[in-house]
């Protein structure tokens, strides 16, 4: 197992360090950071330069990649932004977001996509098989940012209208992650936090639970005919047995695989989610710094990410040997 993981990191440490060095160029050559600067008129000569040796903007770019991959390698160091503030900080901060929506919306969409899956395949051309495969679809074909809006138009707006008509507080937030300056204990501000996570995370959960419920099914018919379930049933085993312990788990094989590789595209739809919902997250950090052309802010945050796609596509990997055990990752 150790050696695959190494062999798996050495080939993927290459790759991240191509896309950082290609995004680098392209950011650092999209125009002048210190433009808003330039044109103040009350700004001296000296402090234009001064920013420009900051930013390591007086040097040619590849000087200024080797400089930023450098403290990285050897330091961990991930620069100052524009505004002279810790990259690494504010990452941080904004993954912590990122995650506490991504994962949930995962979470959620694997139990239910893998639930109806599993009985859409045991029960096909039912009523339910078909009522789900139109609502994955539908669900499937809807744009985030349109959801996002009538989610929050449609659903949270007249349900905290009837919540405060029964004498209750408003519970679903429609904009940031936490409602601003609010206090109270441990359980009050869980109760805010998840308030303003329903509709977000019930966004991203929409499309990926379609998808997965369609992948879980079609893999089941797949494994239900296969040989060694027919074997298994000639031999008088319990149905509930033939299903859990011969036929979804091989069938969980190829739908790792797109469970693995569905997180960076939850984590690019989480992009699109938090403009709509007003999030602090990395979306949101990303699109206000390359409006701003911070190279140094959209290299940790690309970083960041392959990091955490490659991670995820190596723990599919180490799964793919615990549900099959004819895979050998020697």
Same mark, same amino acid.
């Given at each position: 197992?150790?050696?695959?993981?190494?062999?798996?990191?050495?080939?993927?440490?290459?790759?991240?360090?191509?896309?950082?060095?290609? !995004? $680098?160029?392209?950011?650092?050559?999209?125009?002048?950071?210190?433009? *808003?600067?330039? =044109?103040?008129?009350?700004?001296? #000569?000296?402090?234009?330069?001064?920013?420009?040796?900051?930013?390591?903007?007086?040097?040619?770019?590849?000087?200024?990649?080797? =400089?930023?991959?450098? +403290?990285?390698?050897?330091?961990?160091?991930?620069?100052?932004?524009?505004?002279?503030?810790?990259?690494?900080?504010?990452?941080?901060?904004?993954?912590?977001?990122?995650?506490?929506?991504?994962?949930?919306?995962?979470? @959620?969409?694997? !139990?239910?996509?893998?639930?109806?899956?599993? !009985?859409?395949? =045991?029960?096909?051309?039912?009523?339910? +098989?078909?009522?789900?495969?139109?609502?994955? %679809?539908?669900?499937?074909?809807?744009?985030?940012?349109?959801?996002?809006?009538?989610?929050?138009?449609?659903?949270?707006?007249?349900?905290?209208?009837?919540?405060? *008509?029964?004498?209750?507080?408003?519970?679903?937030?429609?904009?940031?992650?936490?409602?601003?300056?609010?206090?109270?204990?441990?359980? +009050?501000?869980?109760?805010?936090?998840?308030?303003?996570?329903? =509709?977000?995370?019930?966004?991203?959960?929409?499309?990926?639970?379609?998808?997965?419920?369609?992948?879980?099914?079609?893999?089941?018919? *797949?494994?239900?005919?296969?040989?060694?379930?027919?074997?298994?049933?000639?031999?008088?085993?319990?149905?509930?047995?033939?299903?859990?312990?011969?036929?979804?788990?091989?069938?969980?094989?190829?739908?790792?695989? !797109? @469970?693995?590789?569905?997180?960076?595209?939850? $984590?690019?739809?989480?992009?699109?989610? #938090?403009?709509? %919902?007003?999030?602090?997250?990395?979306?949101?950090?990303?699109?206000?710094?390359?409006?701003?052309?911070?190279?140094?802010?959209?290299?940790?945050?690309?970083?960041?990410?392959?990091?955490?796609?490659?991670?995820?596509?190596?723990?599919?990997?180490?799964?793919?040997?615990?549900? +099959?055990?004819?895979?050998?990752?020697?």
């Amino acid at each position: 197992m150790l050696p695959f993981i190494v062999r798996r990191l050495l080939v993927s440490i290459p790759l991240v360090l191509l896309s950082s060095f290609l !995004v $680098f160029v392209m950011v650092a050559n999209a125009g002048d950071p210190l433009e *808003d600067l330039r =044109l103040n008129p009350r700004t001296t #000569e000296a402090q234009i330069a001064q920013a420009e040796r900051n930013l390591n903007l007086d040097k040619p770019v590849l000087e200024r990649y080797r =400089l930023w991959i450098t +403290d990285v390698l050897v330091e961990g160091d991930l620069g100052v932004d524009n505004k002279q503030q810790s990259v690494g900080a504010q990452l941080r901060r904004s993954l912590f977001v990122t995650l506490r929506l991504v994962l949930a919306a995962i979470f @959620i969409a694997i !139990v239910a996509g893998l639930a109806v899956g599993v !009985v859409s395949a =045991l029960r096909q051309y039912s009523l339910f +098989d078909y009522g789900s495969t139109f609502a994955a %679809f539908l669900f499937f074909s809807l744009p985030v940012f349109w959801l996002g809006v009538l989610l929050k138009e449609f659903v949270a707006l007249p349900l905290n209208d009837a919540l405060e *008509d029964l004498g209750f507080a408003r519970f679903f937030g429609t904009v940031q992650e936490n409602t601003p300056g609010f206090e109270g204990g441990f359980w +009050d501000r869980l109760n805010d936090t998840a308030g303003h996570l329903v =509709l977000p995370a019930f966004t991203l959960v929409v499309i990926s639970f379609a998808q997965y419920s369609r992948y879980t099914r079609a893999s089941m018919l *797949d494994t239900m005919s296969a040989d060694y379930v027919r074997t298994a049933q000639a031999k008088g085993l319990s149905r509930s047995r033939v299903v859990t312990r011969h036929a979804l788990r091989n069938a969980l094989i190829p739908v790792t695989t !797109v @469970i693995a590789l569905d997180f960076g595209a939850v $984590f690019g739809g989480a992009i699109i989610t #938090e403009q709509v %919902f007003q999030w602090k997250g990395m979306g949101t950090l990303l699109i206000d710094n390359i409006r701003q052309l911070d190279v140094n802010m959209v290299q940790g945050w690309l970083l960041v990410t392959a990091v955490t796609v490659v991670v995820f596509n190596l723990v599919a990997d180490v799964l793919y040997a615990y549900l +099959d055990p004819r895979i050998r990752l020697d």
